[in-house]
């Protein structure tokens, strides 16, 4: 198994060593990307990468190498790995300052860190045709929440109380407004009108939710970007969630309330075939 460090790959076994002052340990200073790849070939790389360079941005980051250029070690690890069906994980930190200290400045000197790794999950396309239950948590986040931070205390939290629930989902809101999932974003579908969150500050927007929005615009489904509350997200015909390592994932309870008829909803039947069908 390879890994990416810096611009090269080495052996799994090599990088056990990055260093305890990396700000990445010290302050979650760094961000992040998950790419699927299916059939060995990636899907959407330059989306993902052209917000991993903004997100980097955001937090005044500097990344050390073009796009195409880690275009070409993502292609390389790939192959290294054999990878048909699974993940990526690209990883980049401001590197190593010693002693810690808060002011990244005199940081920007040292080198930021790209690693990158591979993980052979693929999609679990049985699971997608049953509804899961979810959980409505306080999204208790900073207001940044459209860089994809390493900082994810929040999220895994959230994440770790829907399990203790028996939910697969933690659906964040702030007062009555729904934001998004721990690791996805939340549709509703009323009316056969599909309604999410507007890409803004407080939710991040997801490679697959701009998939589904492009295929929603092309093929006339009615889609709306705009807030919406937890009333109508309980009062909701379907909800589902998306992301990176999910597609698309119809939820049929939260909180113990039945969402609809507590069936994966025609709508989400239909925009996970859109999906599916924009990846093959
Ligand atoms: N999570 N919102 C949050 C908070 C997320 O963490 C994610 C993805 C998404 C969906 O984004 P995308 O469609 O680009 O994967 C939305 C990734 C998969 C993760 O942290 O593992």
Not at 192 to 201: E, L, R, S
Not at 226 to 241: G, M, N, P
Not at 244 to 271: A, F
Request: hydrophobic share 35%.
């Amino acid at each position: 198994m390879k890994v990416l460090y810096k611009n090269q790959l080495i052996d799994r076994e090599q990088a056990q060593v990055i260093d305890i002052e990396d700000r990445g340990y010290q302050f979650g200073d760094g961000v992040y990307e998950v790419i699927r790849v299916y059939n060995g070939h990636t899907f959407t790389l330059k989306e993902h990468l052209t917000r991993l360079f903004e997100s980097a941005k955001k937090i005044k980051l500097t990344i050390p190498y073009k796009k195409k250029e880690i275009t070409a070690l993502v292609f390389q690890l790939i192959q290294a790995n054999q990878l048909t069906e699974g993940t990526v994980y690209l990883q980049i930190t401001r590197g190593n300052q010693s002693p810690r200290q808060h002011d990244f400045h005199l940081s920007q000197q040292s080198e930021s860190i790209l690693t990158g790794s591979t993980n052979p999950k693929a999609v679990n396309r049985a699971q997608l045709q049953q509804g899961v239950k979810a959980t409505l948590i306080p999204d208790t986040r900073w207001l940044h929440c459209d860089i994809k931070s390493l900082n994810l205390l929040v999220n895994l939290l959230a994440n770790a109380q829907a399990h203790e629930q028996g939910a697969t989902e933690g659906i964040f809101h702030r007062d009555e407004i729904v934001t998004e999932g721990s690791h996805s974003n939340v549709f509703i579908v009323k009316n056969k009108q599909v309604i999410t969150h507007p890409a803004n500050h407080l939710i991040l927007n997801g490679i697959t939710r701009q998939v589904i929005l492009a295929q929603c615009a092309a093929t006339g489904i009615q889609l709306e970007e705009r807030e919406f509350t937890r009333k109508e997200l309980l009062e909701a015909d379907e909800v589902f969630f998306t992301s990176t390592s999910t597609e698309g994932q119809g939820i049929t309870e939260i909180d113990g309330q039945i969402i609809g008829d507590g069936q994966v909803g025609p709508l989400t039947k239909q925009i996970q075939q859109l999906v599916f069908q924009e990846i093959n």
